[in-house]
């Protein structure tokens, strides 16, 4: 694999079509600031994101795994005014510095950040009948991701497009002997999708800025 070249080529898509203006440039300087992983999405992605809340008209938006709300303040500019986004982050530390990138950004209204565990939000949102979520972007730990999956399907509703994050992990998803638990979480989670009668789903692998991945892009039927 060719990196440099994959970086290279994602920096000329990226100031072509996804070009960072100062908002998301502080947001990502944020993260070096608060001595936090620089672990977002990249603008592509970011931008990739956008396309499909367009494509399926998403106003509601679930999000496990904020960060720094990179990608939320990128999906947050593609759904319209009325929209809403819930993101979810269990460390206090990073919701901190995410609440303040989304007030800087103007979005203090239309993004609800939570609080706490993906698992415990994703059950309280069930329990507490919270509307159906228009789209679902799963991008946490990896280890429940099928355990997330399947509770967000109970979010959802026929045509909610749910997008996972990190699904390949650098081809490690190929060795079955594997002692990773982000990659044997990924694996079961693979497997789940594959064999999931209520969605239709692919896996696109991704290559770019960040090392070579894939997201996993499923809509339930
Ligand atoms: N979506 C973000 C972006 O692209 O800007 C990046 C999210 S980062 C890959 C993953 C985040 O999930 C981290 O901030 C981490 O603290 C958070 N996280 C990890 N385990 C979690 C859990 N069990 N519940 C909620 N958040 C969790």
């Given at each position: 694999?060719?990196?440099?070249?994959?970086?290279?080529?994602?920096?000329?898509?990226?100031?072509?079509?996804?070009?960072?203006?100062?908002?998301?440039?502080?947001?990502?300087?944020?993260?070096?600031?608060?001595?936090?992983?620089?672990?977002?999405?990249?603008?592509?992605?970011?931008?990739?994101?956008?396309?499909?809340?367009?494509?399926?008209?998403?106003?509601?938006?679930?999000?496990?795994?904020?960060?720094?709300?990179?990608?939320?303040?990128?999906?947050?500019?593609?759904?319209?005014?009325?929209?809403?986004?819930?993101?979810?982050?269990?460390?206090?530390?990073?919701?901190?510095?995410?609440?303040?990138?989304?007030?800087?950004?103007?979005?203090?209204?239309?993004?609800?950040?939570?609080?706490?565990?993906?698992?415990?939000?994703?059950?309280?949102?069930?329990?507490?009948?919270?509307?159906?979520?228009?789209?679902?972007f799963i991008d946490a730990?990896?280890?429940?991701?099928?355990?997330?999956?399947?509770?967000?399907?109970?979010?959802?509703?026929?045509?909610?497009?749910?997008?996972?994050?990190?699904?390949?992990?650098?081809?490690?998803?190929?060795?079955?002997?594997?002692?990773?638990?982000?990659?044997?979480?990924?694996?079961?989670?693979?497997?789940?999708?594959?064999?999931?009668?209520?969605?239709?789903?692919?896996?696109?692998?991704?290559?770019?800025?960040?090392?070579?991945?894939?997201?996993?892009?499923?809509?339930?039927?």
């Amino acid at each position: 694999m060719n990196q440099q070249l994959f970086e290279k080529v994602d920096e000329y898509i990226s100031n072509l079509l996804a070009p960072e203006d100062i908002i998301l440039q502080e947001t990502i300087q944020s993260l070096d600031d608060a001595s936090m992983p620089q672990i977002s999405v990249t603008p592509t992605q970011g931008k990739f994101l956008q396309l499909m809340l367009l494509t399926s008209k998403a106003k509601r938006i679930l999000e496990l795994g904020t960060l720094g709300a990179y990608s939320t303040i990128w999906m947050a500019r593609a759904i319209p005014s009325d929209g809403k986004i819930i993101t979810v982050e269990f460390d206090p530390h990073h919701a901190h510095i995410a609440s303040q990138n989304i007030a800087k950004a103007g979005f203090s209204e239309k993004i609800d950040l939570r609080i706490g565990k993906a698992m415990d939000i994703l059950k309280e949102l069930i329990s507490n009948g919270e509307d159906a979520f228009d789209f679902i972007f799963i991008d946490a730990d990896k280890p429940p991701y099928a355990e997330y999956f399947e509770l967000a399907l109970q979010l959802s509703h026929p045509g909610t497009l749910i997008i996972c994050d990190n699904v390949i992990r650098e081809g490690k998803v190929l060795d079955e002997n594997t002692n990773d638990e982000r990659v044997k979480g990924v694996q079961r989670f693979n497997k789940m999708l594959a064999n999931n009668p209520k969605v239709t789903a692919t896996i696109m692998q991704t290559v770019g800025a960040k090392e070579y991945d894939g997201m996993a892009i499923a809509i339930v039927n």
